[in-house]
């Protein structure tokens, strides 16, 4: 990528629609004897599509480097995901909906149980309802008060989790977690790696011991663990860096959350892939850049659930006709990182991507898989630097120099 | 690129010689049922050589960026394009062959017409003709003066277009254009982005308010529009970074300023390919390092005209033969960046490259074109990367660290 100063000059504006698709994990390795999730998958649709599309891999963040959801998604959305670091505790936050200031340093933490040793002894409280997870929010906002000149909310989340967001002057972010990780082992409190840092320590420190005093006679939660804790980070909007009017459709808390950190504007109230794609119809006319993101072929790799896994790509294949008939000028279809189903889990391989737009060189190989990728006319390149491209064949982007 | 301080430990001379023959935008994408100028050339000389060549595809600046001659140029001469900018009234005055100290400001000017009221009624004053422009010219270099300790000199382009060439310390170049862009509006005069600039916007603002003294009975051309204005680069010369004695072969100016701005001697009043491999003949034995220039199938590319373009590729290839036989260690053929005729501009789309040299890995697709390379053994790689690549072929670079 160019850098954000460059990229801020050469943006221009037309009406050209732009629309990422993110199959979040559906590149895949081969199972055993048998091939990836997409090239076992029956996709006619998609296969239609690479035939008139360009094919290329994309590295989500280096060779060789497994990325999290946010670094990969940071990458695809044409920012640097090495110089852009989105601590864990801020996307949980941005999940819920929270809208952060660069005072604020937020923290993704869990409803747990210790004994009268401080040994912990159950790191998720029995998955307590999420009811229950509601109800000990508001006792915790209603007795917690300032810590020093810092205000303190949390906000509850599913099950056992919750978010804490720490307001005040001063709160830096060089912070281990608060968690011993294991049942059975001794509570954890927050250390810093810096002295610029200690007072966020020191707070957050309080904040569970104040927590405990609260919750001491309910059960299962007595106490809570910390972790990610974080600021949020100083990310240019996609208004300002791209000149888009961006908008993101996607049913998990943590993808809107990182949406909105780069600007979009979030759909709520969706939850399937068909709701997705009427949302999409409906803004269509009202934005110029849609992020659409489809969770499950990433939940499905990471149960190693590969005939699952292969269904939700079907599926989406299915429904694909009626995001075509909506005639985006740039269509792209990736994934932000792979979840290969024999891995149970996230991996460094590339993403296979494909670009349908104006101007395209000729596309040789066909379907859309992994090694039709491989041979494909856009060749391999970083996942930071597709959003150049899509904006080029947009006519999004001026000529760089004379 | 490993970046200068390393290339120049590294760099190494030999008598081996390099050629780099840049057919200028020659790439392509296809047009409507059809294929690239490339492909659809007749070149059987070209596809010989690429027979008995590596092929590739090189990415002139970025991912999807599409580049001005300057960066893509400073590309291919093994300079970071991205760390290099070179403003466009620098290269224009290179092209007219002044040359440029670290004191220097230099601006693209238009010969214009402006109303009483000073609207610009024609940015380009009828095009009058060079021999107008050249009178003019002399006409404000004999009656300007210096403004404050600021040297001013103009020189005639062709048609409307001059250079502005200030001289003279503490000019520095955040400024934006003295140009309405269109006519009919209010003429505008240099503004500054920082307070280190207004020097220089001062100085500009009082050359066009003596300009309008001067030229005030003439017509058509009573005004001037200044743009691009801007100091020369801070570059290290190709002698200094590659230890090579460059010549430059091109008959356009820009192309020649271009390669001054990086230390390579220019061979003067060259005006076809013909007289380029001439020129190129006789100078052969003095340089270890040739930079030839073809330019119409860039100009054909942005008239849209694929026929003409076509008709370029097949001349040059007709022409081969006659450098082939100067027998140079390594040759490359490439373009610096796509000009497709179907896009009438420049465009993002990698470069076909042709090397061919000592020590090459087998090469199995074959013919010059887009696709063959895209399936070439060099695969695809920054174009600012060439430079290292021809420099080990030729023997020229040794070993990186122990």
Request: glycine share 10%; hydrophobic share 35%; net charge negative.
């Amino acid at each position: 990528m160019i850098g954000e100063e460059k990229i801020r000059r050469l943006a221009v504006k037309n009406s050209a629609k732009i629309l990422l698709i993110v199959l979040d994990g559906v590149g895949d390795i081969p199972s055993a004897g048998g091939g990836t999730a997409l090239e076992e998958a029956s996709t006619p649709n998609l296969d239609a599509l690479a035939g008139e599309s360009q094919l290329g891999l994309t590295v989500p963040v280096d060779i060789g480097i497994t990325p999290g959801s946010g670094p990969a998604h940071v990458s695809l959305f044409g920012y640097d995901p090495l110089k852009h670091e989105i601590g864990r505790g801020v996307l949980e936050a941005l999940g819920v909906g929270v809208e952060l200031t660069p005072e604020d340093l937020a923290a993704r933490a869990n409803f747990a149980t210790r004994d009268e040793n401080g040994v912990i002894t159950d790191r998720r409280a029995g998955r307590i309802p999420t009811k229950e997870n509601e109800r000990l929010c508001a006792m915790i906002n209603g007795s917690m008060g300032d810590i020093g000149d810092v205000r303190v909310k949390v906000y509850p989340g599913k099950e056992h989790r919750f978010v804490v967001v720490f307001s005040g002057p001063g709160l830096s972010d060089s912070l281990y977690d608060a968690d011993p990780q294991e049942t059975g082992k001794k509570e954890k409190f927050v250390e810093s790696s810096d002295p610029a840092s200690e007072k966020a320590r020191d707070t957050a420190n309080e904040f569970i011991k104040r927590l405990q005093e609260i919750l001491k006679d309910e059960a299962p939660a007595n106490t809570c663990l910390l972790r990610g804790i974080a600021k949020s980070p100083d990310i240019l909007k996609m208004q300002e860096l791209y000149g888009l009017t961006p908008c993101a459709i996607a049913t998990y808390p943590m993808y809107k959350g990182l949406a909105r950190l780069v600007g979009m504007d979030i759909a709520e109230g969706v939850s399937t892939v068909e709701e997705e794609i009427r949302e999409l119809s409906k803004r269509f006319s009202e934005y110029d850049f849609f992020y659409m993101h489809v969770k499950k072929t990433d939940s499905y790799g990471e149960d190693g659930n590969l005939e699952s896994k292969i269904k939700e790509i079907e599926e989406f294949d299915r429904l694909l006709p009626r995001i075509l008939e909506l005639n985006p000028e740039v269509l792209c279809i990736t994934s932000d990182h792979s979840t290969p189903a024999v891995m149970k889990s996230h991996s460094w391989h590339p993403n296979p991507i494909l670009i349908k737009g104006p101007h395209m060189r000729r596309q040789e190989a066909s379907g859309f898989s992994e090694n039709s990728c491989l041979k494909g006319v856009l060749g391999s390149f970083y996942a930071k630097d597709v959003m150049q491209l899509l904006m080029s064949h947009a006519g999004k982007l001026s000529k760089y120099g004379a």
